[in-house]
């Protein structure tokens, strides 16, 4: 997967703004769900690079085959990052997990949410 490095854009333009989504809900939240997708979608489409973090119950979302949506925001360009630690706290391995999601550690959220350019949003 390709790393989001912020900053201007070629010309010395600022790009599109950055956003970091999280999810905590996952799929049992039901058309809340469905939406938030629908935004992350909806930014990648226009060009904002999209980081969708599953965490907490979101991670199982991230099961392979429990969610389409999340090869259609790939597809965008999307990257997809899943919380270990919480991947852990519900008895899922790694391979259970769709092979598109990144495991992730907090470290690695926390430097993402320090970029300036980063908008974050909690669902």
Do not use: K, Y
């Not at 989504?21 to 996952?26: A, P, T, Y």
């Not at 990257?79 to 690695?108: C, G, I």
């Amino acid at each position: 997967m390709a790393e989001h490095t912020p900053g201007p854009a070629a010309g010395g333009a600022p790009g599109p703004a950055a956003h970091l989504l999280i999810e905590s809900g996952g799929p049992e939240t039901g058309a809340a769900f469905t939406r938030f997708l629908g935004d992350a979608r909806r930014l990648a489409s226009d060009g904002h690079p999209v980081v969708l973090l599953l965490i907490e119950n979101g991670v199982l979302a991230a099961v392979s085959g429990a969610c389409p949506e999340l090869g259609r925001l790939r597809a965008l360009g999307a990257e997809l990052w899943v919380d270990a630690f919480s991947v852990a706290q519900r008895a899922l391995a790694t391979a259970d997990l769709d092979p598109a999601v990144r495991p992730v550690d907090m470290d690695r959220v926390a430097a993402r949410l320090l970029e300036p350019s980063v908008r974050a949003v909690w669902h």
